[in-house]
Structure formats: C-alpha cells, structure tokens
C-alpha cells in the first residue's frame, strides 16, 4: 500500500494563511454581533498580529517612557491656561474649567479614541487597540500610567479650588475628568462602547 507523501512546505504555509484568515473572519463576525449592545470587549489579538507585534518595537507606546515626555503634560496645561487668560473678558474661573476641559478631550482622544499606531512598520498588529491600551504592552499601574491617571486628577482638583467649589463649574471639570479617568481603569481594559466604536459592515465587500 503506497504511503502518501506530505504535501509541500508552501502549500502547507498557504493552508495555514487561509485557515488565519477563517479565524479572523468569524472574529471580526463575532465583534459585528456584538456590536449591537451598547458595550462589548475586544477580542485578543490574532496570532498573525501578535507576530507583527513582535517583530518590531512599538514607537508609539514606547515615547510615553521616554525622556522628557512627562513634561509634555504640565507644559500643554500651562500653555493652555496662559492662551485662555490672554482672552478678553474671560474669568479665572473660566479659563481654568476650559483649560480643565480642553486638556480632557485632548488627552482622551490621544489615549482613548484613536486606535492604531501612526507608522507603517508595525503592519496593523495595533490597529484594535488603543495608546492606553498599547503602553508597557498593557500592564496596568505601571509607573506611567499611574503619571497619565495622576494629571487629570490633579487638574481637577485645582481647578475646583479656582473656581471656588462653584456648582457649575464643578460639574463641567467633574464630567470632563470622569471621561478621562474612567477609561483608564483595568476593569474597562479593552471594552468599547459600540456607540463611540462604530465599525462599518464589510460582509461581501459591501
């Protein structure tokens, strides 16, 4: 009885790319249906994405620990308050809730919202995560994540004291922070609100 030889070591390879891309498809197939509740999880990366991901260093989570970098933040919050007070007719109290504001939906488009890396060497390994989720390859409480989680913390409380516990300005600072805080906690590692991740259906092409 003639045995029957393996096939080739390329069509072994191209039936493991199309078996990748199988499991992908029901992947993202799975996130589509999930999609339709108002929270849902990322999956884990596949093993095609985890190879890309090792191949090369991630540039855009690694500068969050590189020199020089932490400053960025105290800098921009200075540069904004300074640009708020040389406007005409605007109020402590004001300029330091839109300072308060602005550096929030600044911080949490950078960290948050946007998904990916902003160069081409990485081939898309991060394209279902976010910078947070990105930084010290997602451990939490590192020592920069707890910096990132202090600043807005920070900013609150002293922009609460400036606007002298006023009510309504609280409640702008307190809302603006609390969208900026809340994504950074490990329970919501990885969660999206489909309402904010909204992903276009491309079943057939379509």
């Known amino acids: 009885m003639a045995s029957h030889a393996p096939p080739p070591l390329v069509v072994q390879n191209a039936e493991k790319k199309i078996g990748l891309a199988a499991e992908q498809d029901k992947e993202r197939n799975r996130r589509r249906r ?18 890309d991901q090792a191949v090369n260093p991630n540039l855009n989570a690694q500068w969050v620990n590189a020199k020089g970098a932490w400053m960025i933040h105290p800098i921009l919050i200075a540069l904004l308050k300074i640009l708020y007070d040389i ?3 605007m109020s402590q109290e004001t300029s330091w809730t839109l300072t308060n504001a602005t550096y929030m939906a600044g911080s949490y488009l950078m960290f948050h919202y946007v998904r990916g890396v902003p160069f081409e060497f990485n081939a ?6 976010n910078m947070w ?5 997602g451990d939490q409480y590192t020592p920069a994540k707890k910096f990132l989680l202090a600043v807005p ?6 922009s609460t004291h400036y606007t002298h516990y006023d009510l309504t300005y609280f409640m ?26 909204h992903e276009p259906d491309t079943v057939d092409g379509r």
């Open 34 to 51: 999930r999609s339709s509740s108002l929270m849902y999880q990322e999956p884990p990366e596949s093993l095609e994405q985890q190879s």
């Open 153 to 158: 913390i920070c900013l609150f409380l002293i």
């Open 133 to 137: 989720e990105q930084i010290d390859n």
């Open 87 to 89: 406007l005409p007719g």
């Open 124 to 129: 898309g390994a991060y394209d279902n995560l």
């Open 172 to 197: 702008v600072n307190f809302l603006a922070t609390v969208a900026v805080v809340v994504p950074k906690l490990p329970a919501l590692h990885r969660m999206r609100f489909a309402f904010f991740n």
